[in-house]
Nanobody, 118 residues
């Protein structure tokens, strides 16, 4: 099992940028995990924002609502995954959660709040 800690959330004006980080610990196989960012706004279900595969692939996938604005990346040497968020909109306001998946393992972080408001 892997433990996940998100950071980097906060208050930002529309059009601004934030970079979220998710630090993983407790596993020597971080590089194999598929890492995902989800978000959940009040009254809404948790939805997938972006994912990046593990192993030698590193392929990425994005929700339509964030394509061209968000970028997911990983640094396996640091056991960390990032979410660079640009051109932020008020509708991006949510709690952002990091997720790590590998075979039967599915782990979540505690979440970090992102608020986009003027």
């Amino acid at each position: 099992q892997v433990q996940l800690v998100e950071s980097g959330g906060g208050l930002v004006q529309p059009g601004g940028s934030l970079r979220l980080s998710c630090a993983a610990s407790g596993s020597s196989a971080f590089n194999l995990y598929t890492m995902r960012w989800y978000r959940q706004a009040p009254g809404n279900q948790r939805g997938l924002v972006a994912s990046i595969s593990g192993g030698s692939g590193g392929s990425t996938l994005y929700a339509d609502s964030v394509k061209g604005r968000f970028a997911i990346s990983r640094d396996n040497a640091k056991n960390t995954v990032y979410l660079q968020m640009n051109s932020l909109k008020p509708e991006d306001t949510a709690i952002y959660y990091c997720n790590a998946g590998l075979a039967q393992y599915n782990n979540w972080g505690q979440g970090t709040q992102v608020t986009v408001s003027s």
